[in-house]
Structure formats: structure tokens, C-alpha cells
């Protein structure tokens, strides 16, 4: 099946080598966030081997702190993990960015991204808000019932209560928010392929086993786009991410939902 040009989202001619991906996608300025992760996550490694070094090197001053050695260790151990993780994703990035794996490309105008983050800002709010009530129910009734027939420590369970609470509806409020901020300062590319895809700055994948896309289809509300829902599998079994992706008006996207969803 034809590719989707990167401006317009509609169907190309058969005739691919006449059709160069990098370099509009290079107009796009694409950046391959999952590499600077994975540097991160390197420079945090290399930190954290010097910070055990330095607690068993006979004259450093932290010589002997073995609770920060303990520290140093599994914060190298996780910063290894997280750079391997994120050498994958950025391996899989790159074949976008290369358009080696894209089926579909296009550049948000200022007002396609600001709907778009408008939108994400507020379903995020309303489901975490959805959240938040169902389980601050939960402690209260949990915690309630402690604090009615427990006869001492009445006012630390109460403040334990509050303070849970608390955190959770800082995370709540928090993350829609921190998302807000990113999706502003995201690029507005968007990149499609088979497998995986680039939305604003966010990097989705679905490849990985016991995976896949569950629902793909053209959507006009909130806004004129596709919507696309994969699965996957973890230690809590099946989850899954529904993604809205805008798109310039009159893009005809019924062609690409019918190849996502082969």
C-alpha cells in the first residue's frame, strides 16, 4: 500500500524513490528524545559508579558510608536498565525520523497543538479527578474505620489519612499539568509508522510481545484526527494506552486506519 505524504496525510503514488522521507522529515526537525534519555540515564550511571568509588577508596571522606554505596548500586543498576530501554526505543525512533518505517507524517499548526493540548489537559484532569474520588472514598472509609475503633493513635491516623490524600490529589492535579507544559513545548510532528509512532514529543510503541493495536479508526470530535488504542501486557496483565492524534482539516485518514488496522 502507498505511503501518506508528510504534509497533507493523503495517499502517495506507488513511486517511493522519487519520494524522500529524510529529508522532509528533516524539515520537520525531528529530534530522537529517546536518545537523550538514554544519555541521561548514562551520565546518572557514571555518576553513581564515582559515588561508589569514592565510599571504598581508603582516603576518600566517604570511606566506609556503605548505606551510600547501597545507594550508588542500585541507582547505577537502574540507570543501566533505563539506557538499555531507551537504546531500543531510540533504535525505533530513528527508522521514523529516517522514514524507513513510516506510513504516515505531518507538521500541527500552532492552533492544531494548542487544541490538541487543550483537549489532553482536560481528559487527563477529568479522569485523574475521576480517580482521585473513587480511591480518597476508599481511604477515608478504611482509615475511618481505624480511627472509630482504635483507642489510641486516633489523631496520627487522621493525619496519616490527610497527608495520603494529599499526595494523591497533588499527582492528580501534578501530572495534567506537567503534561500541559510538555505537549506546549512539544514539536507539533507527528510520525506514524506500523509499529510505533512520534506524537508532539511523545514516543509510542506497540511492538513489543503480547501487543498490538486494538482500535484504530478517523475521528472529527474533539478534533478532526485518528484514534488509535493499543494493548499490552505487564505484571498488572492487560493495560492500555488510547492515543488522540490531530491532523490538518480535510486530511483524508480512513486509508491509513484501514492499514494500521491489518
Known amino acids: 500500500m502507498a505511503k501518506c505524504c508528510n504534509n497533507c496525510g493523503k495517499e502517495l503514488l506507488p513511486s517511493g524513490d522519487q519520494f524522500d522521507y529524510r529529508k522532509i522529515n528533516d524539515n520537520l526537525k525531528v529530534s530522537n528524545s529517546q536518545s537523550k534519555v538514554m544519555r541521561r540515564s548514562l551520565r546518572l550511571t557514571l555518576a553513581a559508579v564515582v559515588l561508589v568509588l569514592l565510599t571504598i577508596i581508603e582516603d576518600s571522606p566517604l570511606n566506609g558510608m556503605f548505606a551510600l554505596t547501597f545507594i550508588g548500586v542500585f ?3 537502574s540507570g543501566v536498565v533505563v539506557a538499555l530501554i531507551f537504546r531500543l526505543r531510540a533504535k525505533k525512533m530513528a527508522t521514523l ?5 513510516v506510513v504516515a507524517a505531518w507538521q500541527l499548526s500552532p492552533a492544531e497543538k494548542t487544541a490538541f493540548t487543550r483537549y489532553l489537559f482536560s481528559y487527563e484532569k477529568s479522569k485523574n479527578l ?3 474520588g473513587i480511591t480518597s472514598l476508599l ?3 478504611i482509615f475511618g474505620l481505624f480511627i472509630l475503633f482504635i483507642d489510641e493513635g486516633k489523631g496520627a491516623m487522621f493525619l496519616v ?3 495520603l490524600i494529599a499526595l494523591l490529589a497533588l499527582f492528580a492535579l501534578g501530572m495534567p499539568c506537567y503534561y500541559r507544559q510538555r505537549n506546549n513545548r512539544g514539536d507539533g510532528a507527528i510520525l506514524i509508522g506500523r509499529k510505533f509512532a512520534y506524537i508532539n514529543g511523545f514516543f509510542h510503541n506497540w ?7 486494538q482500535m484504530v479508526k478517523s475521528i472529527e470530535k474533539p478534533f478532526h484526527g485518528l484514534y488509535l488504542k493499543y494493548y499490552y501486557y505487564d505484571r498488572t496483565l492487560k493495560n492500555t494506552e488510547e492515543l488522540y492524534i490531530p491532523a490538518p482539516p480535510g486530511t483524508d485518514l480512513r486509508k491509513l486506519a484501514a492499514l494500521l488496522n491489518l
Open 75 to 77: 541507582i547505577a543498576l
Open 97 to 101: 525520523i529516517s522514514g524507513e518505517n
Open 130 to 132: 475521576g480517580i482521585l
Open 139 to 141: 481511604i477515608v472509609v
Open 161 to 163: 489519612m490527610a497527608g
Open 207 to 213: 511492538d513489543f510481545p503480547l501487543s498490538g493495536i
